[in-house]
C-alpha cells in the first residue's frame, strides 16, 4: 500500500556531506514510525536512524550517531537522512523503510513493513 522511493546517493570524498530523500507514496505515511538501514559491500544489512510518526523520538546506530541525522516532513509525505562527516565504512546502499504498526524503536532490530529499493552512497577515501 506504501511505496517508497530513495534519492539522494552518489559519490563524495570522506569529511563531506550527502541528503537522503525518501518519498512515500500510495498513503500518508504520516502515522508510521520510518527509518534508515543500510548494506555495505559484503556485509549484511543494518540499521541507522529511525524516527517516530511526529519526528519526536529519533534513534541512531552507534555508528553514525552525532555525523547523521533523521528528520521528516509529513506533509510532504518525506523522510530524510542528513550525512555528515561521511568515512568510507559509511559505504552502502541506503534503504528507506516504514513501519505499520508499533514503535519506531521496534526499527532498531530491522521490523519493517515496506522498503524502498534503495539509493547508493559511495564515500572515497
Known amino acids: 500500500q506504501v511505496q517508497l522511493v530513495e534519492s539522494g546517493g552518489g559519490l563524495v570524498q570522506a569529511g563531506g556531506s550527502l541528503r537522503l530523500s525518501c518519498v512515500a507514496s500510495g498513503r500518508t505515511i504520516s502515522g508510521y514510525p520510518m527509518g534508515w538501514f543500510r548494506q555495505g559491500p559484503g556485509k549484511e544489512r543494518e540499521f541507522v536512524a529511525a524516527?517516530?510518526?511526529?519526528?519526536?523520538?529519533?534513534y541512531y546506530a552507534d555508528s553514525v550517531r552525532g555525523r547523521f541525522t533523521c528528520s521528516r516532513d509529513n506533509a510532504k509525505n518525506t523522510l530524510y537522512l542528513q550525512m555528515n562527516s561521511l568515512k568510507p565504512e559509511d559505504t552502502a546502499v541506503y534503504y528507506c523503510?516504514?513501519?505499520?504498526?508499533?514503535?519506531?524503536?521496534?526499527?532498531?532490530?530491522?521490523?519493517?513493513?515496506?522498503w524502498g529499493k534503495g539509493t547508493l552512497v559511495t564515500v572515497s577515501s
Open positions: 524516527i517516530s510518526s511526529t519526528g519526536e523520538v529519533r
Open positions: 523503510a516504514a513501519r505499520s504498526s508499533g514503535a519506531a524503536v521496534t526499527m532498531r532490530g530491522g521490523g519493517a513493513d515496506y
